[in-house]
């Protein structure tokens, strides 16, 4: 049950896009496709973006795009806007548990 | 509207107990798989604990097990968190979540999660 790893910070114009890497071991990320990312700004509950490696909840903007290759999963913002700046965090499933990355910071510069 | 409504957060002494709640409304929590999530002051989320729908399936974060319970009571829509053996490690916000809807967020995603409550552990 170690945490994934996921990169503390990034950074992108508006408009850009940003990948957020999301790294866990075959017990978890590279063993299940039950990868999901949330968001969360300051002070408020996550919210889902992706679930199941690359699904979209229902009134979740298509800018969001995940992927996973391997052991490692990736959260894509395209088109990058002042709203999205906030901490994300992955999550896999480990079928026996859930397992949380550290979480990345999206700086809108 | 659907919503979960964590309580009894608070201030205990480390060695102390704490029991948390999380009361569900606008949708049929008896049908529902819940999680409690939690998150250090300035730290990332970590995941504590599940139970299916009928409370028949557990299981725990290691940091937590043997020290932890977790329980629901569907016909009082509620989910229960039993903290005990508290240490300063615990000190967070707890978030309950669900797993669903199943055409929202499938079937192991956290799809709703509640506002939080704060444990702090300290003498």
């Known amino acids: 049950q170690s945490a994934l790893t996921q990169p503390r910070s990034v950074s992108g114009s508006p408009g850009q896009s940003v990948t957020i890497s999301c790294t866990g071991t075959?017990?978890?990320?590279?063993?299940?496709?039950?990868v999901s990312w949330y968001q969360q700004h300051p002070g408020k509950a996550p919210r889902l973006m992706i679930y199941d490696v690359s699904k979209w909840p229902s009134g979740v903007p298509d800018r969001f795009s995940g992927s996973k290759s391997g052991n490692t999963a990736y959260l894509t913002i395209s088109g990058l806007q002042a709203e999205d700046e906030a901490d994300y965090y992955c999550?896999?499933?480990?079928?026996?548990?859930?397992?949380f990355g550290g979480g990345t910071k999206v700086t809108v510069l | 509207e659907v919503q979960l409504v964590e309580s009894g957060g608070g201030l205990v002494q480390p060695g102390g107990s704490l029991r948390l709640s999380c009361v569900g409304s606008g949708f049929t929590f008896r049908s529902y798989e819940m999680n409690w999530v939690r998150q250090a002051p300035g730290k990332g989320l970590e995941w504590v604990s599940y139970i299916s729908s009928s409370g028949g399936t557990i299981y725990y974060a290691d940091s937590v097990k043997g020290r932890f319970t977790i329980s629901r009571d569907n016909a009082e829509s509620s989910l229960y968190l039993q903290m005990n053996s508290l240490r300063a490690e615990d000190t967070a916000v707890y978030f309950c979540?669900?797993?669903?809807?199943?055409?929202?967020?499938?079937?192991?995603?956290?799809?709703?999660w509640g506002q939080g409550t704060l444990v702090t552990v300290s003498s």
């Open positions: 979540a669900f797993i669903g809807p199943y055409d929202f967020s499938g079937f192991y995603s956290l799809g709703k």
């Open positions: 075959s017990s978890d990320v590279g063993g299940y496709n039950f």
């Open positions: 999550c896999s499933y480990g079928g026996t548990y859930w397992v």
